[in-house]
């Protein structure tokens, strides 16, 4: 490993070394949240508000941290979230995070606006890909996305539901991210002629399609033989309707980047659960940077959570070994805190290691 890694502790120090790397419009981009950034706050804070109820006198020498979702083995209950743009923290791009998560048991999944393919992506996380779809206003494009994304051999489609609009995120405006001329993103294809006046995340918005509704998402179970996963649900009123359209649910506000003040995944995770009853499975993300914010999203009801901007603090940081970095320290933090809790097996982590 690097010697420089080693110093960095915990995730707030790798962000705030990142944010010495990277250039000020990629760190705007990457850490900024939407108008008043409550909600982002509000996804760490909810963590340190959680307590632990940890049990005494059990045998804890050996200790299992793996799941599985959807069939894919995992060594401990984390992925990698979609990001777009793992070009901008690093040459090698998505390709290098997707081999630091693939080594290390863990899963990758692909943001639609990536700066690699999703073949190259996929080989190098052979079985642990997802890919995540933004649909598009035009729906051809979407679905020559998912068949490539199938062919390829991703396990899994993540369809984002909660941006058909991009939120206000003010950083961005006071120092908007600019991608170099000749950047090729292999998912959105030559600019559409007159668009010239967009910068490039505004672009991309356009391309999305505002009028997205169930009756898509029906549109799309008949376009794939692939388990799809709604992300972006935040009220068991959606989770339920997501488990009667044969969907997983991915709990999320998009790390506080789409709609300030919603609620925070793990406020709403409870009753999501409850709505699911069993049918799918539930994951989350948002805030994620200790090992015991693991273990309480977990005990409350997700088959595992992902993590977005602290994988690219590790890209930036150090490209593959980085993002390896980063998810070693939360899988030892993950452990030692069940361990300290008094829990042997990811199963038998449940809501009495909550204090509600
Ligand atoms: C820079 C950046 C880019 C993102 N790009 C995408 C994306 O392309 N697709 C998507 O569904 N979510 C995207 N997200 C949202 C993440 O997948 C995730 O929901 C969110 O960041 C919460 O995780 P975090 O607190 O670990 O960052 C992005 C987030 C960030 C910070
Ligand atoms: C290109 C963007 C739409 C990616 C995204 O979801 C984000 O920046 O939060």
Same mark, same amino acid.
């Given at each position: 490993? @690097?010697?420089?890694?080693?110093?960095?502790?915990?995730?707030?120090?790798?962000?705030?070394?990142?944010?010495?790397?990277?250039?000020?419009?990629?760190?705007?981009?990457?850490?900024?949240?939407?108008?008043?950034?409550?909600?982002?706050?509000?996804?760490?804070?909810?963590?340190?508000?959680?307590? *632990?109820?940890?049990?005494?006198?059990?045998?804890?020498?050996?200790? &299992?941290t793996s799941t599985e979702v959807?069939? /894919?083995?995992l060594s401990f209950p984390l992925g990698?979230?979609?990001? !777009?743009?793992?070009?901008?923290?690093?040459? =090698?791009?998505?390709?290098?995070?997707?081999? $630091?998560?693939?080594?290390?048991?863990s899963?990758? @999944?692909?943001?639609?606006?990536?700066?690699? @393919?999703?073949?190259?992506?996929?080989?190098?996380?052979?079985?642990?890909?997802?890919?995540?779809?933004?649909?598009?206003?035009?729906?051809?494009?979407? +679905?020559?996305?998912?068949? +490539?994304?199938? $062919?390829?051999?991703?396990?899994?489609?993540? /369809?984002?539901?909660?941006?058909?609009?991009?939120?206000?995120?003010?950083?961005?405006?006071?120092?908007? /991210?600019?991608?170099?001329?000749? @950047?090729?993103?292999?998912?959105?294809?030559?600019?559409?002629?007159?668009?010239?006046? *967009? =910068?490039?995340?505004?672009?991309?918005?356009?391309?999305?399609?505002?009028?997205?509704?169930?009756? &898509?998402?029906?549109?799309?179970?008949?376009?794939?033989?692939?388990?799809?996963?709604?992300?972006?649900?935040?009220?068991?009123? =959606?989770?339920?309707?997501?488990?009667?359209?044969?969907?997983?649910?991915? !709990?999320?506000?998009?790390?506080? +980047?789409?709609?300030?003040?919603?609620?925070?995944?793990?406020? $709403?995770?409870?009753?999501?659960?409850?709505?699911?009853?069993?049918?799918?499975?539930?994951y989350?993300?948002?805030?994620?940077?200790?090992?015991?914010?693991i273990l309480?999203a977990v005990?409350?009801?997700a088959k595992a959570v992902f993590?977005?901007?602290?994988?690219?603090?590790?890209?930036?940081?150090?490209?593959?070994?980085?993002?390896?970095?980063?998810?070693?320290?939360?899988q =030892?933090?993950f452990?030692?805190?069940?361990?300290?809790?008094?829990?042997?097996?990811v199963?038998?982590l449940?809501?009495?290691?909550?204090?509600?």
């Amino acid at each position: 490993m @690097t010697p420089t890694l080693k110093q960095y502790l915990n995730l707030q120090e790798l962000e705030a070394a990142a944010a010495e790397v990277l250039s000020p419009a990629a760190f705007a981009y990457y850490r900024g949240g939407a108008n008043d950034e409550h909600t982002l706050r509000a996804n760490r804070d909810g963590y340190a508000q959680l307590k *632990l109820r940890p049990r005494m006198l059990v045998d804890v020498s050996n200790v &299992d941290t793996s799941t599985e979702v959807l069939g /894919v083995p995992l060594s401990f209950p984390l992925g990698i979230a979609p990001c !777009a743009m793992h070009g901008l923290c690093h040459p =090698d791009a998505e390709v290098a995070t997707a081999r $630091a998560a693939a080594s290390l048991g863990s899963l990758m @999944t692909l943001s639609t606006m990536s700066h690699r @393919t999703i073949e190259d992506v996929s080989q190098a996380a052979p079985e642990r890909l997802w890919f995540q779809l933004y649909v598009y206003r035009d729906r051809e494009i979407s +679905r020559a996305l998912v068949q +490539r994304a199938e $062919a390829a051999g991703a396990r899994a489609l993540v /369809v984002t539901v909660d941006a058909p609009y991009l939120g206000r995120r003010e950083a961005i405006i006071k120092t908007p /991210v600019h991608i170099e001329p000749g @950047t090729i993103l292999p998912n959105i294809g030559p600019r559409r002629p007159g668009s010239e006046q *967009l =910068d490039d995340l505004r672009y991309f918005d356009s391309l999305l399609d505002p009028a997205l509704t169930w009756k &898509d998402i029906a549109w799309l179970r008949q376009q794939t033989q692939l388990p799809i996963i709604l992300k972006g649900i935040l009220t068991h009123e =959606d989770a339920g309707l997501a488990a009667q359209h044969g969907c997983h649910v991915w !709990a999320s506000n998009h790390g506080g +980047r789409q709609l300030d003040t919603a609620v925070t995944a793990l406020e $709403a995770l409870p009753e999501i659960v409850e709505a699911v009853e069993g049918r799918v499975e539930v994951y989350l993300d948002g805030g994620i940077t200790r090992g015991t914010d693991i273990l309480k999203a977990v005990a409350l009801g997700a088959k595992a959570v992902f993590i977005a901007r602290a994988a690219l603090y590790g890209l930036a940081l150090a490209g593959e070994e980085g993002v390896r970095y980063t998810l070693q320290l939360l899988q =030892d933090e993950f452990r030692l805190a069940m361990m300290l809790s008094g829990k042997t097996r990811v199963s038998e982590l449940g809501s009495d290691l909550l204090k509600m």
